[in-house]
């Protein structure tokens, strides 16, 4: 397994994460052995890093992590990188009512983590969407204390703008910023990759397939659970659905010339651009079976020279998908986009 250091300050991780989101929330049922067996997978074949948060599922996949930990080989559970998200409330219903920050809470959430991962500290820890009225430098300062007491280890970002993380970075070293990034969703490029490059701030990118859109194998006709995220996406609705799977298969006949699935395409363009900006870029994938680890595993086997990258381009050009990231009202919430 190829490693990287996060950043100047973050820990040495795998290439590859895995995105432990979908095994408890999101995207309909999740099967809870297939899930542990996952985990295992993925730590038996090097993955150090996973990413989860504290409300997907209200603790539940804190859980599953907790569970897959305890039951792995010590090797693999002493390799193991968590990556924390805390920040969002949620009602018994499920549902979501806003994001706090202030450092009182971020300790009480710090609490609760530990406890239900089985750990002695967190390896990065950081707020998933800013709070509109707590200074980000109280959050992050917060965390900051967490670090001195051997609590957490990193403090990361999640979905914030260049402004944010300048003032971030400079309340406490900065391991990564976690942020969407994939072939359809650009927008980091143009202020957010020049200013982590810039501050040595390394990026765990998230939704590298667009929650399973560009997969290749996501279809029209897939029947979504009601509280599925991809139910209310814009990128998965009606002509925007159709549009977006177009340019599926546009990539899929580079995919298929290079003898290598969509998914590993998709993938491997995103471990391209580390390099490409200067910085160090993390995918982490949203396996949530065997099958599909293993085909996220073989995008790191996958070569892109500059003539694949320029076809990748051309046939699904920046800003090209339809329908923007998130609904209206969860934009709202993502600094990143003002
Ligand atoms: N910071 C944030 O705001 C934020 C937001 C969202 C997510 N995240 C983190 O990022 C992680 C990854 O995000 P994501 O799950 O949206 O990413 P993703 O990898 O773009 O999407 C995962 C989806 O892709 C499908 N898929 C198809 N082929 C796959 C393959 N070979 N490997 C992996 N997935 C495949 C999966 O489908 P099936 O399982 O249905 O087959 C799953 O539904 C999450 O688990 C979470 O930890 C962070």
Redesign the pocket.
């Known amino acids: 397994m190829r490693t990287l250091t996060l950043g100047n300050t973050g820990p040495r991780t795998s290439a590859l994460g895995l995105?432990?989101?979908?095994m408890s929330a999101l995207?309909?049922e999740a099967d809870r052995t297939e899930s542990i067996a996952t985990i295992h997978a993925a730590l038996e074949a090097g993955v150090t890093l996973l990413?989860?948060?504290d409300f997907y599922a209200m603790g539940h996949n804190e859980m599953l992590i907790g569970e897959a930990l305890r039951s792995a080989p010590a090797a693999r559970r002493e390799q193991a990188l968590t990556s924390v998200?805390f920040g969002a409330l949620r009602d018994p219903d499920g549902g979501w009512s806003g994001y706090d920050g202030r450092p009182a809470a971020v300790k009480n959430f710090a609490a609760y983590s530990l406890q239900r991962l089985g750990v002695d500290h967190i390896d990065v820890y950081r707020i998933?969407?800013i709070d509109p009225d707590v200074p980000v430098e109280e959050t992050v300062g917060a965390i900051a204390e967490l670090v001195e007491k051997g609590y957490v280890r990193h403090i990361g970002l999640?979905?914030v703008g260049a402004g944010t993380i300048r003032r971030a970075a400079a309340t406490a070293p900065i391991s990564d910023l976690?942020?969407?990034y994939?072939l359809i969703s650009r927008g980091i490029e143009a202020e957010i990759l020049p200013t982590v490059a810039e501050l040595g701030i390394g990026v765990t990118a998230?939704?590298?397939?667009?929650?399973?859109l560009i997969?290749?194998?996501f279809t029209r006709d897939r029947k979504l659970a009601a509280n599925d995220f991809r139910a209310m996406s814009p990128r998965f609705q009606g002509e925007n659905l159709d549009r977006n799977l177009d340019l599926v298969e546009a990539l899929r006949k580079i995919a298929d010339q290079k003898g290598v699935s969509v998914?590993q395409t998709a993938i491997a363009w995103v471990l391209a651009q580390g390099p490409r900006h200067g910085a160090s870029i993390v995918p982490?994938?949203?396996?949530?079976?065997r099958a599909?680890?293993d085909?996220?595993l073989g995008a790191l086997d996958v070569t892109l020279d500059a003539a694949d990258l320029a076809a990748i381009e051309e046939a699904v050009p920046a800003g090209a998908a339809a329908g923007s990231r998130y609904p209206d009202s969860q934009m709202a919430h993502l600094d990143s986009e003002h």
């Open positions: 995105g432990c989101m979908g995207y309909g990413d989860t948060g998200k998933a969407r999640s979905e976690q942020i969407e994939s998230y939704g590298v397939l667009s929650r399973g997969s290749g194998h998914a982490l994938v949203g396996a949530r079976t599909r680890l085909e996220a």
